[in-house]
């Protein structure tokens, strides 16, 4: 699946800039032990959490994954819907420059 296809991109830009300027959490509504089972497949050090919030029903996100890029103020900055590749130049270069605000 896509979210499987992103993780690893996701950890590599997590690794490149450090807990102290970038968080990367993982929202998901399944099951606790299917989010579990995820995050030890891929050993993931990223952040993962349950919403008590259907996404797609209560908060009306189409179609998985759907990935946020925020600001230090909460206000969001890139929204891709469905798998793409994290770790570019470009969004390197789009945290750099939010770091910078």
Do not use: N
Not at 48 to 55: D, I, N, Q, T, W
Request: some cysteine; glycine content about 6%; charged content about 30%.
């Amino acid at each position: 699946s896509d979210c499987v296809k992103e993780q690893p991109d996701l950890q590599k830009l997590q690794d490149h800039f450090g807990k102290d300027k970038l968080t990367v959490l993982m929202v998901s509504d399944e099951p606790v032990e299917k989010i579990t089972a995820f995050k030890t497949m891929f050993g993931s050090q990223l952040g993962f959490y349950k919403s008590a919030s259907g996404l797609k029903q209560d908060l009306g996100i189409r179609a998985f994954p759907t990935t946020f890029l925020l600001d230090r103020s909460g206000k969001v900055k890139l929204k891709k819907v469905e798998g793409i590749h994290w770790y570019t130049p470009e969004i390197i270069q789009t945290i750099d420059k939010l770091l910078k605000k």
